[in-house]
């Protein structure tokens, strides 16, 4: 399962998988974002982003591309 994530701008531009709290950067590139678009091609929905300022930490997803994101919340 995914969750979105709105950046301080309130701009969602990256997911979260929930089973290991990735960050998942919306980039063509990352085979963690190919694959988190496959599952929602498969009628899966993520969960809402929260709103800007709530607190999230997550880890960097796997490095299958250089594009990865490492965001640590306050």
Same mark, same amino acid.
């Given at each position: 399962?995914?969750?979105? *994530?709105?950046? $301080? *701008?309130?701009?969602?531009?990256?997911?979260?998988?929930? $089973? &290991?709290?990735? %960050?998942?950067? *919306? #980039?063509? &590139?990352?085979? &963690?974002?190919?694959?988190?678009?496959?599952?929602?091609?498969?009628?899966?929905? @993520? !969960? @809402?982003?929260?709103?800007?300022?709530?607190?999230?930490? %997550?880890? @960097?997803?796997?490095?299958? $591309?250089?594009?990865?994101? #490492? !965001?640590?919340? &306050?």
């Amino acid at each position: 399962m995914y969750k979105l *994530f709105k950046n $301080s *701008f309130g701009v969602e531009n990256m997911v979260i998988r929930l $089973s &290991d709290g990735a %960050c998942i950067p *919306f #980039d063509p &590139d990352n085979t &963690d974002y190919q694959e988190y678009l496959k599952w929602v091609e498969e009628g899966n929905t @993520p !969960l @809402p982003a929260e709103e800007v300022g709530a607190g999230w930490n %997550c880890v @960097p997803a796997r490095e299958h $591309s250089p594009k990865h994101v #490492d !965001l640590q919340a &306050d």
